[in-house]
């Protein structure tokens, strides 16, 4: 049998080309993927330091009493605090681990429950007008896109890192150097009273 | 804000997700929103609202199991690239996105960040899993997942893995109130009615668990009546029934609204005895919303809806398919008014829950959530760490 070299050659190439396109592909699929990331924790960024501020201006509000207030202002401060001093680089994805805001936003959680009883928040409420009633409302609704914000994160990851797991994906490092993103995990509950 | 929604199944032919489509629509375009629907049409002379466009004549197809009426090939490729060019629309809404339908063909061809609901609690794993393959790098482009109930996003779970958001579906809950006026099934207290909706000859529906319960019941409250409403054929159910079952049930058949109201609104205990198949329990809401005390079988689907507040759930529940517990607990409510009256105030704050009010509220949310993270995605085209940068060998030093 005689081996055509031509024949063989054009194989070859072709199989190069279509080896070299799925490459690129799947290259700029992870990159469409880290985007994806990338706008999904700035969101929760975003909705978080909303969060914060609201429970700020609810705390200084007057319309709770003083102890209240200062549980609130104290835990909101830290993350506003938190928030600052480690701010999400530029890129998102480089060293990605949302600079450790886990547990102060958990903090801030745990407060907002603590503070939110059902007789605070009908409280507040039965004045529609007054500043209270509006800053609750602006804590719930960050609160709870916050919580979606996460959700959303998270799924985005799971998608990366199936991706990036992939063979090829490793052996041809399409990833480049973009660091491997984390879920970001802590308590997003709305205080039970704020939802009823 | 412009948004589009894809419904995958003809918007002319009554069903669930066409429902709650509709009714998104007309909740944000009320709100001052520019809201445009993609779906297929049956009957492509008939009366659209103006909002939807028609993505091509639905075909019936079995697909998961049941035939639905989809459409897809060339004409509605080009419709559906054609909407979303002329839509401009700043978040696309797709509903049953792994749907062979116009839902799938958006998300294929769309540009704009995209959000995406799942109805079905019954996926079929074979169909999902041949063509995961080919879906993932579509769905890789849905940026927030919304599931209807918690069956639902197991569904989700289980065969796209990640996780969902839920957002209950939408019950325009005011049409329900009650008016405190006496109806023609308004009982006494000798005479309580306890009231059963749903096709009468489909077994998930579980009229016979009801039934079956009947003689013990009428041991106990000798006056109770049990009317029926729902399609079926009223003579075999009826024909089946022990003579004094017959004697104490009332057979409506199919019903309008406005007596399906008026049947809610008076009903002393409201019994659901599905034995499975439910995804959401849509009734259950409007039982509550009317003021009906809600007796229930323990479907995971039923006992989300009824909720467990500080104060209990919103509902009585008893062991799915067990027609001696049901009874007694139907003869324990009826024995009980303070019971009923707690559930029934318990019930209508529930249900206010799941108003389109609030439901579109959190839609929205969504939305906003969405396009706040597409919008910040691209941080800065000089700043953002883009393909080639990514690409590029690490440093020595770096790992």
Same mark, same amino acid.
């Given at each position: 049998m005689q081996v055509d070299i031509l024949q063989v050659a054009t194989i070859v190439a072709l199989v190069v080309l279509a080896a070299a396109w799925y490459?690129?592909?799947?290259?700029?699929?992870?990159?469409?993927?880290?985007?994806?990331?990338?706008?999904?924790?700035?969101?929760?960024?975003?909705?978080?330091?909303?969060?914060?501020e609201a429970t700020l201006e609810l705390a200084t509000s007057g319309a709770v009493d003083p102890a209240t207030s200062l549980l609130l202002a104290d835990a909101a401060s830290g993350a506003l605090e938190r928030h600052t001093h480690h701010p999400l680089s530029h890129d998102l994805l480089d060293g990605q681990n949302f600079a450790g805001r886990e547990h102060t936003e958990t903090d801030l959680t745990d407060a907002l429950k603590a503070a939110l009883t059902p007789e605070t928040v009908a409280e507040l409420r039965a004045d529609p007008q007054g $500043?209270?009633?509006?800053?609750?409302?602006?804590?719930?609704?960050?609160?709870?896109?916050?919580?979606?914000?996460?959700?959303?994160?998270?799924?985005?990851?799971?998608?990366?890192?199936?991706?990036?797991?992939?063979?090829?994906?490793?052996?041809f490092r399409l990833a480049g150097r973009a660091a491997l993103p984390e879920p970001v995990e802590f308590d997003d509950d709305l205080p039970p009273a704020v939802v009823d | 804000m412009r948004i589009g929604l894809v419904c995958p199944y003809a918007f002319d032919v009554p069903g669930g997700v066409q429902f709650h489509v509709r009714d998104l629509a007309e909740h944000f375009t009320a709100q001052g929103h520019e809201v445009g629907v993609l779906a297929p049409v049956d009957d492509p002379v008939g009366d659209l609202p103006a909002y939807v466009t028609s993505s091509g004549r639905a075909v019936p197809v079995r697909y998961n199991g049941s035939v639905a009426r989809l459409t897809f090939g060339p004409v509605t490729s080009s419709r559906v690239s054609r909407w979303l060019?002329?839509?401009?629309?700043?978040?696309?809404?797709?509903?049953?996105?792994?749907? $062979?339908?116009?839902?799938?063909?958006?998300?294929?061809?769309?540009?704009?960040?995209?959000?995406?609901?799942?109805?079905?609690?019954?996926?079929?794993?074979?169909?999902?899993?041949?063509?995961?393959?080919?879906?993932?790098?579509?769905?890789e482009k849905i940026r927030a997942r919304i599931a209807v109930s918690e069956e639902a996003r197991s569904t989700v779970v289980r065969h796209l893995g990640g996780d969902a958001y839920i957002i209950p579906n939408g019950v325009d809950t005011g049409r329900f109130t009650p008016s405190g006026e006496t109806t023609r099934f308004s009982g006494t207290a000798e005479r309580p009615v306890l009231a059963f909706l749903g096709r009468i000859d489909e077994p998930r529906k579980g009229l016979s668990v009801l039934t079956d319960a009947m003689p013990a019941i009428l041991d106990a409250v000798p006056g109770v009546r049990l009317v029926v409403a729902g399609p079926g054929d009223v003579d075999e159910i009826r024909g089946a029934l022990d003579p004094r079952v017959r004697a104490a049930t009332e057979f409506l058949g199919a019903v309008s609204e406005a007596d399906k109201?008026?049947?809610?609104?008076?009903?002393?205990?409201?019994?659901? $005895?599905?034995?499975?198949?439910?995804?959401?329990?849509?009734?259950?809401?409007?039982?509550?919303?009317?003021?009906?005390?809600?007796?229930?079988?323990?479907?995971?689907?039923?006992?989300?809806?009824?909720?467990?507040?500080?104060?209990? $759930?919103?509902?009585?529940?008893?062991?799915?398919?067990?027609?001696?517990?049901?009874?007694?607990?139907?003869?324990?409510?009826?024995?009980?008014?303070?019971?009923?009256?707690?559930?029934?105030?318990?019930?209508?704050?529930?249900?206010?829950?799941?108003?389109?009010?609030?439901?579109?509220?959190?839609?929205?949310?969504?939305y906003e959530t969405v396009i706040d993270g597409a919008d910040r995605a691209p941080l800065d085209p000089i700043q953002r760490p883009g393909l080639l940068s990514r690409l590029r060998w690490p440093a020595r030093g770096e790992s």
């Open positions: 490459l690129s592909y799947s290259a700029s699929r992870l990159d469409r993927l880290h985007a994806k990331v990338e706008g999904a924790v700035s969101a929760l960024d975003a909705q978080l330091v909303r969060r914060a $500043p209270g009633s509006d800053a609750l409302a602006r804590v719930e609704a960050s609160a709870l896109r916050a919580q979606m914000a996460r959700r959303f994160h998270n799924d985005a990851v799971r998608e990366v890192r199936r991706v990036r797991e992939k063979w090829f994906v490793r052996l | 060019e002329e839509g401009e629309f700043d978040v696309l809404h797709l509903h049953e996105p792994v749907t $062979p339908s116009a839902s799938l063909m958006a998300l294929w061809a769309s540009s704009e960040p995209v959000v995406a609901t799942f109805h079905t609690a019954n996926l079929r794993s074979r169909a999902m899993h041949a063509a995961n393959p080919l879906l993932r790098p579509s769905t109201v008026d049947l809610l609104r008076s009903a002393d205990v409201y019994v659901a $005895p599905h034995t499975g198949g439910e995804s959401f329990g849509i009734v259950l809401v409007e039982a509550m919303a009317a003021g009906a005390p809600v007796l229930a079988s323990d479907l995971c689907a039923f006992t989300a809806v009824l909720g467990d507040g500080p104060d209990g $759930p919103a509902g009585a529940t008893f062991a799915n398919g067990d027609s001696p517990a049901l009874s007694q607990a139907v003869v324990e409510l009826l024995r009980t008014p303070d019971e009923r009256s707690r559930l029934r105030d318990l019930g209508l704050r529930r249900a206010r829950s799941f108003d389109w009010d609030v439901v579109a509220e959190r839609v929205m949310a969504v």
